[in-house]
């Protein structure tokens, strides 16, 4: 089956070549596309399934950031932070001529959609947050920490589906052998030596955990830059990095905001999960 996007690059101000996924949406279409924006380790694969799903009524584009996937690794790991992000994707926007775009961040990627807003208010047409706000739990930071960085490889896809199986169980309890398979081809890739390891610049471990890869210190005033945006946060019934008073705050402070929560996972959810599928084509429909 052909591909259902094309693939493209831009390059850095500091000369890094960055790949993305294009997916251009029905014949004609001109409203706002879709920015999927992915996790710390994550890629553009991470939202295969629900790319394709929305590119059937809107564009969508799944950019990759530095050190991940397809995208160029940073000779210094410094550059592995929030910011510089932010001001990747910027480059993309400019180039694509998007001056609007409906956003939809996991993770890492929430936090650079409320960055994105901070800096230049009123772009947003919409925005679906994926387990992320404004304050972050330090306790799923610290489990974060716990991975990152491991450089760890494996002889076949069942063994690494196992190890992140050990991982990651307590955040998707209910996973079989096959949805850990499919999470490992999303997240690792064969490598030169034939091993299968993870799909990402294991440097990137080093400014979080250093604590300037993580998150701004307080992002409140950016989420408040939003305020009225309509507005889908997504939490994982089980997760370590969302807690419910900062679901609280977040709808108090944006009564645009409609949560939901996505049983029996932690963190962060798929996207593929009918709750959460279901939530993000309602709020699309207003867009």
């Not at 905001?257 to 993000?280: F, K, N, Q, Y």
Request: aromatic residues 8%.
């Amino acid at each position: 089956m052909a591909n259902l996007y094309e693939e493209g690059s831009w390059t850095t101000e500091d000369g890094l070549s960055l790949y993305y996924r294009d997916y251009p949406g029905p014949e004609g279409y001109d409203g706002p596309p879709v920015l999927c924006l992915h996790g710390l380790t994550r890629n553009s694969r991470d939202f295969a399934d629900l790319a394709e799903h929305l590119s059937e009524t809107r564009r969508v584009i799944v950019p990759e950031m530095r050190g991940r996937g397809n995208s160029d690794y940073a000779p210094d790991s410094a550059a592995y932070n929030p910011g510089q992000y932010v001001a990747d994707v910027e480059i993309l926007l400019a180039e694509l001529e998007i001056e609007r775009w409906i956003a939809i961040g996991t993770s890492m990627g929430g936090l650079m959609t409320m960055m994105m807003s901070a800096a230049k208010p009123g772009r947003l047409a919409a925005v679906v947050m994926n387990d992320i706000g404004p304050e972050i739990n330090p306790a799923g930071l610290d489990r974060i920490g716990g991975y990152v960085g491991q450089g760890r490889s494996y002889p076949t896809w069942v063994h690494a589906a196992r190890s992140m199986a050990e991982v990651h169980g307590e955040s998707f309890p209910d996973y079989g052998l096959d949805d850990w398979l499919e999470m490992a081809k999303r997240t690792l890739v064969v490598s030169q030596n034939g091993r299968i390891s993870y799909d990402y610049d294991m440097a990137i471990a080093e400014p979080f955990k250093e604590g300037d890869g993580a998150a701004p210190p307080d992002l409140w005033p950016a989420f408040d830059t939003m305020r009225g945006v309509p507005m889908l946060l997504l939490r994982g019934e089980l997760s370590d990095l969302l807690t419910e008073a900062t679901v609280k705050q977040m709808g108090e402070r944006n009564p645009a905001m409609v949560s939901v929560t996505i049983p029996r996972v932690g963190h962060a959810p798929t996207l593929d999960e009918p709750e959460a599928r279901a939530a993000i084509d309602a709020l699309l429909a207003q867009v």
